[in-house]
């Protein structure tokens, strides 16, 4: 059994009605006593979650753009100072391994990437050095993460942070879910980085909203997350990952061949779906809950939330010859699909 890190609590979680989240979660709050109004507050624009959980990870180096254009997704040796990228490492079979937002200064590369992650990352990269004047460290527990609802790059002056591309495409690359119309047009957010010892600085007097409130948000808006929608079999088509994360004439990095296979000959054995979930019942139905249409098991729920305008809503993936018409269940509660990859 994988024993987790152990992750620094957050002073954050000294405000006043903070609750604390469960396994990589339990340092930061879930919430801070109600959850729907500090979703309000961040589609206004007003609040800030503490993402201090996150690993952060740091390359520097004059060769540290050109050595992870070649072993990521995305292309990366034009990223200038302060622009932000979103880029993958997939295994040699194409299924998504590590997800990666990257932001350069000028000097370093900062990584911020999925909570525990960090120390894995950084020892991958580090045994893909060779001889490549690049260094690799785990920086997290120097530097903390805040998630803000904004759309704009930090500017100078400004602490360094990474923007969300969700759901522009990036570069030359291709949508497998609409274009137009997409709910994430109404999603800003970025990652700032800060130091650990400055987060309650860093805030300030900004309400704070829970890793629940984003979360809500995060899956109206379609928005895919390693470790949630992802799963050992995950390639990038199922998720439309591709959109802001893959660059499909960049030049080979390990498990390309799966992309471009699945890309040009044919579809992904699954697609996710987002789901208006029955609201009857008290309790929501848990991550990793099966899918069923009829009597056929077609999938699992991926993440799930309460919104605080559509009620329970969900994220599943489910195979792909799945009717886009059915009405399919979640623990006995119907949910209506929402086609997010076509079938």
């Not at 540290?64 to 292309?75: A, G």
């Not at 650990?196 to 899956?219: E, F, H, K, T």
């Not at 559509?310 to 929402?338: C, H």
């Amino acid at each position: 059994m994988t024993e987790l890190p152990v992750l620094r609590r957050s002073p954050l979680l000294d405000r006043p009605r903070a609750v604390a989240g469960e396994g990589l979660a339990a340092s930061v709050a879930v919430h801070y006593g109600d959850p729907m109004r500090e979703q309000r507050l961040l589609e206004e624009g007003l609040a800030v979650v503490d993402l201090s959980h996150r690993s952060v990870v740091t390359v520097t180096g004059p060769d540290r753009l050109s050595w992870l254009h070649s072993l990521t997704t995305q292309h990366l040796t034009d990223l200038g100072p302060r622009e932000s990228r979103e880029a993958l490492i997939l295994t040699p079979k194409g299924h998504v391994e590590h997800s990666l937002h990257l932001v350069d200064d000028g000097e370093t590369t900062w990584i911020t990437t999925e909570p525990g992650a960090g120390e894995p990352l950084r020892e991958w990269l580090d045994r893909m050095r060779f001889m490549l004047r690049v260094e690799v460290a785990d920086v997290t527990a120097d530097w903390a993460v805040l998630g803000e609802p904004h759309h704009s790059e930090s500017a100078p002056g400004e602490p360094l942070a990474w923007r969300d591309p969700w759901p522009d495409l990036v570069g030359d690359t291709v949508a497998y879910g609409p274009v137009d119309d997409h709910p994430g047009t109404r999603w800003s957010w970025r990652e700032v980085i800060v130091p650990r010892a400055s987060l309650s600085d860093a805030v300030g007097d900004r309400p704070l909203a829970g890793l629940w409130a984003a979360d809500a948000l995060r899956i109206a808006a379609w928005r895919p997350q390693l470790g949630a929608e992802t799963d050992h079999r995950t390639i990038v088509h199922e998720v439309d990952w591709l959109r802001t994360a893959v660059h499909l004439h960049k030049g080979c990095y390990r498990g390309q061949e799966t992309v471009a296979r699945v890309h040009n000959l044919g579809r992904p054995p699954r697609r996710l779906v987002f789901l208006h979930v029955d609201g009857s019942g008290h309790v929501l139905p848990s991550p990793g809950a099966e899918v069923r249409s009829g009597d056929r098991v077609v999938g699992r729920v991926t993440s799930i939330g309460r919104h605080h305008t559509d009620g329970p809503i969900a994220l599943a993936v489910i195979k792909r010859n799945t009717d886009p018409e059915a009405v399919l269940l979640v623990d006995d509660l119907s949910a209506a699909q929402t086609v997010v990859v076509a079938p």
